[in-house]
């Protein structure tokens, strides 16, 4: 029996079908006697997360623009649909076509976030794949990552057949115009990850031993492949200006997180936040003109109907353009009845005014992320932000009638004490009074301290920095959850102390942890990023039966002459430079914004950033 078959009898029993049925608005058919490569897109969560992934979006294009490769997406099914398809014996397929991800000639999975890592081990077992690359025979297909998680490409080094670091637009390309040629060769798939080894921005990791020494740490990596790289560079889209950019989206059936045309206006940010990954792994700054931006919008629009458009980047605000650029887009969006969002906006007195306009008397809460209570602390992380730019913003604020505002902070940052927790504990009060002194009211103005627990990632300053305790983490959280208390109209929400100790683990681990991670499937673990699924004791439980020493990856010290599982891997800024920043987190110095002139990340002796002499 056909999967189209078993799924027509499944979809009545589930909670949301259309999740699993495809055909939507955009999706694209192909004869498959016309190409010569299936690419499975997978996302490791479900339909409803990955279809608000606009790499997916972008990736769909690129690839079915060619005429030998037909991409097809593949998600996680919610747990009411896998119990079904084991049941049922369904394997896992894809949307355009129904097929057994067993039948894509490469399934290539996203990595977004670590705690997604246990869903891509699932999903090869729902779709009856081996699990580990050396189990697999020429007949599977090769499994493929990209993503920021790509850049500690480790932990899933004995599962993934190889990695592609970078952007994926043009390295997507050359990796399915390379397979097709081997498909059309007759070679095997050693053959294969051999050509893909000699492509930029390709990592295989069955060309790479790494050697231990007796305390665990890495003592080097032996190549068991020549002509491997040394060092796999990450690929650059040098001119975001010329990529192709989708505008014909594909449009859900139901509701997505972000339901929405959206636009990227820049890759890359300037600020050089020292906990931040994105904002070093993405470097650098690359922009879209404002005439590009407004026709991709135009268009995009036409195509989908949307009805609200997002514009997205790391930094909004930081666009060379930006006040320009969304005056005209917010033209744009009222002659055609479209609602404009803005993320990531600077709360200066343009965005104020953008804001007003935008929202009007519908004003929903507005976000501040200060990051840290103290300016001692925001130093050490390198995060811009006063508190003379937090209460004015407020002051602006509650003066247009604003009556929520959230605090995004962190804590077990490096270097902290509890001094800085009083600092938001401060911040919070402040707020409330500058409240009370502008409009003469206490009631319905609620500030909302939202607090996320640090996680050191790879390429960043503060790489080898240890994470706090779960004990630690428990014991400031609770502290400030104290504090915050006695002052009225403040609300504290803080997020789980277990999964972001799990998040350490594998965003610093080495090989070695993927037995944990195929260890915790079996026990049943997976979607550890819903809340309402992680089970820490599972976890756990399966680290004790690995052998695994959590502790060792996540809460360590580590040294600057220490060879870390990710050195493979280089992403365009300089280890020195890491070095270098973290030394001044120590000694509480901020870097200048790359936007005011170059501190040598040694990003541009790669490509040029677009802010290069911008002031």
Excluded at 523 to 552: P, S, V
Aim: glycine residues 6%; charged residues 30%.
């Amino acid at each position: 029996m056909t999967v189209t078959k078993q799924l027509d009898k499944l979809l009545a029993r589930v909670e949301t079908p259309a999740r699993y049925t495809g055909g939507e608005l955009n999706s694209v058919k192909k004869e498959f006697s016309e190409v010569r490569t299936r690419f499975g897109f997978a996302f490791p969560d479900t339909y409803e997360i990955g279809m608000s992934y606009l790499g997916l979006q972008i990736i769909y294009h690129l690839l079915n623009q060619m005429e030998s490769v037909y991409c097809e997406r593949v998600f996680a099914p919610a747990s009411d649909m896998e119990e079904l398809m084991r049941a049922e014996n369904v394997p896992l397929f894809t949307l355009e076509t129904k097929s057994p991800v067993r039948e894509m000639d490469i399934l290539g999975f996203t990595l977004q976030y670590e705690l997604s890592f246990t869903n891509l081990i699932n999903m090869l077992e729902l779709g009856g794949i081996p699990v580990k690359s050396v189990e697999r025979g020429e007949e599977e297909p090769f499994i493929a990552a990209g993503g920021p998680c790509a850049f500690n490409p480790e932990p899933l080094a004995d599962i993934v057949d190889f990695f592609m670091i970078g952007d994926g637009e043009e390295l997507l390309v050359e990796v399915c115009t390379a397979h097709s040629r081997w498909k059309d060769s007759g070679q095997d798939k050693e053959a294969f990850l051999k050509t893909l080894a000699e492509i930029k921005g390709i990592y295989v990791p069955k060309f790479y031993t790494p050697v231990y020494r007796e305390d665990g740490t890495i003592k080097e990596f032996v190549k068991n492949y020549d002509k491997a790289p040394d060092v796999i560079e990450k690929r650059i889209v040098d001119d975001l200006e010329q990529v192709d950019f989708p505008v014909d989206c594909i449009v859900p059936f139901i509701d997505v997180v972000h339901d929405r045309a959206v636009v990227e206006i820049f890759r890359g940010c300037t600020r050089g936040c020292r906990f931040c990954q994105a904002g070093m792994i993405y470097r650098p700054v690359r922009e879209r003109s404002k005439d590009k931006i407004k026709e991709l919008t135009a268009r995009q629009l036409a195509s989908t109907g949307y009805e609200e458009l997002s514009i997205l980047s790391l930094s909004t605000s930081d666009h060379s353009e930006i006040e320009p650029l969304v005056e005209e887009l917010m033209s744009v969006c009222r002659e055609n009845n479209v609602s404009l969002s803005l993320p990531s906006l600077r709360l200066d007195s343009f965005s104020f005014k953008v804001l007003e306009e935008v929202q009007g008397y519908k004003k929903s809460g507005l976000t501040f992320a200060p990051e840290a209570g103290t300016q001692r602390l925001r130093n050490v992380i390198n995060k811009s932000i006063t508190d003379h730019d937090i209460y004015h913003a407020v002051e602006q604020a509650i003066g247009l009638g604003w009556t929520n505002i959230k605090l995004y902070f962190m804590v077990g940052l490096p270097t902290e004490t509890f001094e800085d927790l009083d600092g938001i504990v401060e911040i919070a009060r402040k707020i409330t009074e500058l409240n009370y002194k502008i409009t003469g009211k206490r009631g319905r103005f609620n500030v909302t301290v939202s607090v996320s627990n640090f996680v050191p990632k790879a390429h960043t300053p503060f790489q080898w920095f240890p994470q706090d305790t779960a004990e630690q983490f428990r014991e400031k959280n609770f502290y400030l959850k104290d504090k915050l208390k006695g002052v009225k109209g403040v609300s504290f929400q803080y997020h789980g102390t277990d999964a972001s100790h799990l998040e350490a683990v594998f965003a610093r681990g080495d090989r070695r942890v993927c037995d944990v991670l195929i260890k915790a499937v079996e026990l049943g673990c997976k979607f550890d990023g819903w809340r309402e699924h992680f089970r820490y004791d599972l976890w756990l439980k399966a680290f004790e039966e690995t052998g695994i020493d959590a502790a060792f990856y996540a809460s360590r010290e580590r040294t600057y002459d220490e060879i870390m599982p990710w050195d493979l891997v280089d992403s365009g800024v300089s280890k020195q430079f890491l070095i270098s920043e973290n030394d001044k987190a120590v000694a509480e110095v901020q870097s200048p914004d790359c936007r005011e002139y170059c501190i040598g990340c040694g990003i541009n002796s790669k490509t040029k950033c677009a802010m290069e002499g911008t002031l």
